[in-house]
């Protein structure tokens, strides 16, 4: 167990992360209830939706996260199956462990899949980074979000627009609080800590001298199905790229999905080495370093738009919408798709020195896992009186 039991009377808090996201939303939250005083007893259940070396172990040890407790190792499948996998495993769990409540973060399957689960096992639900909409049904995230949303007991959001989606979808507002960004907390407790880009490089066998482009460098991540699953979709976003290589070098860490339909549709030979440097997907602290020195990053993910607002790092989201419509409104997003015109027009602007520079959003300072701790012991200190 992370944080002794029994030193509150209160069951353990059940903490559930699965795949790469989680880890660095649950860290902070983890050494915040072992901070509290009294301390939060918690224990930590992954899931095993993300395993290997690269997208778990070397997140796991960079952010300092303990073993997990139990690991249910359900591994990669189609979504019914993984969610199936994961709501199987997971129910032993609550019935060996009673926590008081179980903690799920952000908006993968494994966050759902364990909701389900515990609240019709009457176990209370508590949502960290709830309230978040693209308004893309088609995206499994966002039917993973509203879903989790809809039922969980309390509600944490990291931007005040987070409210108003929960509103116009029914829940109560007295669920939910705003707490800011425990994303944000990781980012600031290890940006000391941040690997030296060319280290990251040469630890790859890559020259670092690409990275004394009088432009400096840009980081890709893309792993979304809409850009990656389909043949001739991801031949023009590798095509864009090359483009967008010609005026500034481009370090790219690969996610696996996206590696492996590269090699499948056979694209490999749109990737200049000289121009793209593909790394294999970064630990926490080398990614860190690679986009705090960027002179710009061009992804589909939704924690790097975060990242690179709080970082003042522009960031060009290869989608249509976001979620997290603060980094676009206050931050350094913009929301390019895959319009390449827009991709290089905006990339032009970067290296004009005109790109976005923003601000950091309210409560991004580095003490939401704290605010979560505080409240969290509050509500489950209610929820015990409301009983006896
Ligand atoms: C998942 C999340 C997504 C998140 C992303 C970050 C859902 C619906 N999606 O998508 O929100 O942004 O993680 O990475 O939960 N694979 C490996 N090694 C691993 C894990 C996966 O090689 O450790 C490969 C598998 O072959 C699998 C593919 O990556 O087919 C996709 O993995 P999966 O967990 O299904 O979803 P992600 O695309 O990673």
Redesign the pocket.
């Known amino acids: 167990m992370t944080a002794a039991a029994g030193t509150t009377g209160i069951g353990p808090v059940l903490c559930v992360v699965?795949?790469?996201?989680n880890f660095m939303k649950m860290a902070p939250i983890l050494r915040a209830l072992a901070g509290h005083r009294p301390p939060l007893p918690a224990l930590l259940v992954h899931t095993g939706?993300?395993?290997?070396a690269?997208?778990?172990d070397r997140l796991f040890d960079d952010l300092r996260l303990p073993r997990p407790d139990v690991n249910l190792e359900v591994?990669?499948?189609s979504?019914a199956v993984?969610t199936a996998e994961v709501m199987k495993r997971f129910e032993p769990v609550l019935d060996t462990q009673r926590p008081s409540c179980v903690v799920v973060v952000?908006?993968?399957?494994?966050?759902l899949a364990c909701t389900l689960v515990a609240v019709k096992k009457h176990v209370p639900v508590v949502h960290v980074e709830a309230g978040l909409r693209s308004g893309d049904r088609r995206m499994?995230?966002e039917i993973?979000r509203k879903l989790t949303d809809q039922v969980a007991d309390r509600l944490y959001t990291t931007e005040r627009g987070a409210l108003d989606n929960l509103r116009r979808e029914g829940v109560p507002e007295d669920r939910v609080a705003f707490v800011g960004n425990v994303m944000i907390d990781s980012l600031r407790h290890h940006r000391e800590l941040a690997r030296a880009p060319a280290d990251t490089l040469r630890a790859h066998g890559v020259d670092p001298a690409l990275l004394d482009h009088r432009h400096g460098w840009g980081v890709v991540t893309l792993?979304?199905?809409s850009n990656v699953d389909d043949a001739a979709t991801l031949a023009d976003v590798l095509g864009t790229l090359a483009e967008v290589a010609a005026r500034l070098p481009l370090v790219f860490a690969m996610?696996?999905?996206t590696r492996?339909n590269v090699e499948r549709f056979g694209l490999q030979h749109l990737i200049d080495p000289r121009r793209i440097v593909v790394l294999p997907?970064q630990g926490y602290l080398e990614m860190l370093g690679l986009v705090a020195g960027a002179a710009l990053v061009l992804t589909d993910?939704?924690?790097l738009q975060e990242e690179t607002t709080a970082l003042g790092v522009p960031c060009l989201t290869v989608r249509e919408n976001t979620e997290r419509p603060i980094t676009i409104e206050q931050g350094t997003n913009t929301l390019v798709a895959r319009d390449r015109g827009a991709i290089l027009a905006a990339v032009a602007d970067i290296v004009a020195g005109r790109g976005k520079r923003g601000r950091v959003p309210e409560l991004w300072d580095g003490h939401a896992a704290e605010r979560i701790a505080d409240d969290l012991w509050r509500w489950l200190r209610s929820r015990e009186e409301a009983v006896a």
């Open positions: 699965g795949a790469r996201p939706q993300h395993y290997d690269e997208m778990n591994g990669s499948a979504h993984q952000g908006d993968v399957n494994s966050t499994p995230e993973n792993h979304r199905p996610h696996p999905r492996a997907p993910s939704g924690g």
